[in-house]
């Protein structure tokens, strides 16, 4: 249908991970008169090489950033009260089980979450950043504990500590709400949740925009399998993740969102029950592990100034010396059980950079009225999905962000080169 008849949504989510589906659920849940009208554009419905899916799956709220803190903190809420916010998926799981009340029943759709929390560590030059974000962090209401060197070495003595010098002598380590879960199962009950509530999915992929003649709103959308038809919409949500940026310039937007490789790297090691109690762990360099299953996972940023290089759409292999050169021997600084220790296996995932600061760039464009971006969000879209999904669906439906403002992501920081930058954090 060309543009500007009866639309083909009312509402076009261009992306269905973590972030497209959160905005579609909050959407039908704000408006269910609208889930009949709301699409789910996606290149691949199985979202295996999606970020949400090729993420740590983890979840924090150690941020310097008390927005972020926030968004964290109902990223918990809602991934620990899914029979709420997924009620017609349980309800069906519960019939299904013969127990249609759901008597003795918790119902968390498989996503196992582990409230294991993050561990921040640090050397003398860094307290005062640990610091200075858990003053932010309990200012919310988040239980962020400090641990001097003694407290560190009594709940994680597993962990190499150089209190006279210029090694780990400190950390903070998330008491409650942090920790792991099984993104994929989310993403994937989100959907079925969505389906269930009439919102439609479909597989394809934006190939072109049409704005009016003086650029001020979108009229029509082209997608992969007919792609000389626009066909009409109302409001466009761009969700798609690592392909932001490149969606964006459809509409004539300029988006500083690009795809960024990461490994992820699981490993072994002889004495790994050593390792008690393995919180998700920061080293000072960026270095990141957790335990999964019987053994661990890891991985980490380039340093800063290092390049960061361009990555193709399909690129999803493991970089090749990453964990050798660069990994492993700040794993095993760290934590001496790490220095024998066997890569088991490996992934790689795209992340959605924002190259302007690292922050998700989340709101309504002040030109392109019904051009609605929530991506960018550089590693923290699993976490901040569910509340930057309900912003934008509350945007769109009562015209403000009303449960949490997140106006401090908007575009205008973009236009301005204005950058909100986080301190201390992965």
């Not at 962020?144 to 709940?155: A, H």
């Not at 210029?166 to 994937?188: K, P, V, W």
Request: aromatic share 8%.
């Amino acid at each position: 249908m060309a543009a500007g008849g009866k639309p083909f949504a009312d509402v076009l989510i261009v992306g269905g991970g973590i972030m497209g589906s959160c905005t579609a659920l909050f959407l039908s849940r704000l408006a269910p008169e609208l889930s009949h009208r709301i699409k789910v554009v996606d290149k691949d419905l199985t979202f295996a090489r999606s970020s949400t899916a090729l993420s740590a799956a983890s979840i924090r709220h150690q941020f310097s950033n008390p927005v972020n803190v926030r968004m964290s903190q109902f990223g918990t809420q809602f991934i620990k009260n899914l029979s709420f916010f997924c009620d017609r998926t349980a309800q069906q799981e519960r019939e299904a089980a013969g127990n249609r009340n759901g008597d003795g029943v918790v119902f968390d759709g498989g996503i196992g979450f582990r409230e294991t929390g993050y561990l921040f560590l640090a050397t003398q030059k860094g307290k005062d950043v640990l610091r200075e974000n858990n003053e932010v962090q309990t200012a919310c209401g988040a239980r962020i504990s400090l641990l001097d060197s003694d407290r560190l070495n009594s709940k994680f003595p597993w962990v190499r500590q150089d209190p006279d010098g210029d090694g780990i002598n400190s950390g903070s380590f998330g008491e409650e709400g942090e920790g792991s879960f099984d993104a994929y199962l989310l993403l994937q009950l989100i959907k079925k949740e969505n389906m269930l509530r009439g919102i439609e999915y479909v597989q394809d992929e934006i190939m072109g925009g049409k704005l009016t003649e003086n650029g001020d709103a979108v009229t029509g959308v082209a997608f992969r399998s007919s792609p000389l038809e626009m066909k009409s919409v109302g409001t466009v949500v761009n969700a798609a993740g690592a392909a932001g940026g490149r969606v964006a310039k459809f509409f004539g937007v300029n988006l500083p969102v690009v795809p960024r490789k990461r490994s992820v790297y699981a490993f072994s090691c002889p004495s790994e029950e050593t390792v008690t109690g393995c919180p998700l762990t920061v080293l000072p360099c960026g270095t990141w592990f957790r335990r999964e299953g019987k053994g661990f996972i890891c991985g980490g940023s380039p340093p800063e100034g290092e390049e960061d290089p361009d990555v193709a759409p399909d690129d999803f292999d493991v970089h090749g010396d990453h964990f050798e050169e660069r990994l492993w021997p700040s794993l095993a600084e760290a934590v001496p059980a790490f220095e024998a220790l066997k890569v088991t296996h490996a992934w790689a995932g795209h992340y959605e950079t924002c190259l302007l600061d690292h922050n998700a760039v989340i709101g309504r464009h002040p030109r392109v009225s019904n051009f609605i971006s929530v991506c960018g969000f550089s590693g923290h879209g699993l976490q901040h999905g569910p509340a930057a999904g309900r912003a934008v669906a509350e945007e769109i439906v009562l015209g403000r962000q009303e449960s949490l403002s997140l106006s401090c992501f908007g575009f205008d920081r973009v236009l301005e080169g204005r950058p909100l930058l986080e301190r201390g954090i992965v």
